[in-house]
């Protein structure tokens, strides 16, 4: 069943989470992270995305073009069971900043690419 970001708001604030933590995966398949407190978490997030640095990751973006999004999607959105302090896992989409578009690194963006071009 497919959750809404209403949903996922809900959820979170049903279950009294105090941390979101967007997650993506590297060119190379390594998960990565950006963590924020619940209070920066709205709707706006999932319709403007979450800016990031990518010049912060191995072999993206030079400091001079850095400006990235992490887009969220609402699937799975799970509550972390190991963490000290209730925290919801937003797996992200990468989008570069400067043209709107999935960045050409990002595996999801990959994969898309590729499937697109499938018959």
């Known amino acids: 069943m497919a959750r809404t970001a209403a949903e996922v708001l ?4 049903d ?3 105090k941390f979101v933590d967007f997650r993506f995966a ?3 398949g390594k998960e990565q992270h950006v963590t924020v407190p619940v ?8 319709q403007s995305g979450h800016a990031f640095d990518g010049s912060s ?4 973006k030079g400091i001079e073009a850095s400006d990235m ?4 999607y609402t ?4 509550l972390a069971p190991f963490m000290e302090e209730t925290t919801l896992f937003m797996h992200c989409d990468v989008i570069a900043q400067s043209d709107g578009k999935g960045y050409d690194r990002d595996p999801r963006s990959i ?3 590729a499937e697109a071009v499938l018959p």
């Open 26 to 28: 590297d060119t190379r």
């Open 111 to 113: 994969a898309r690419r």
């Open 15 to 17: 279950n009294e989470v």
């Open 39 to 46: 209070s920066h978490f709205d709707m706006d997030k999932f």
């Open 57 to 60: 990751i191995a072999g993206w």
């Open 10 to 13: 809900k959820m979170a604030k």
């Open 75 to 78: 699937n799975p959105a799970p």
């Open 69 to 72: 999004l992490l887009m969220p």
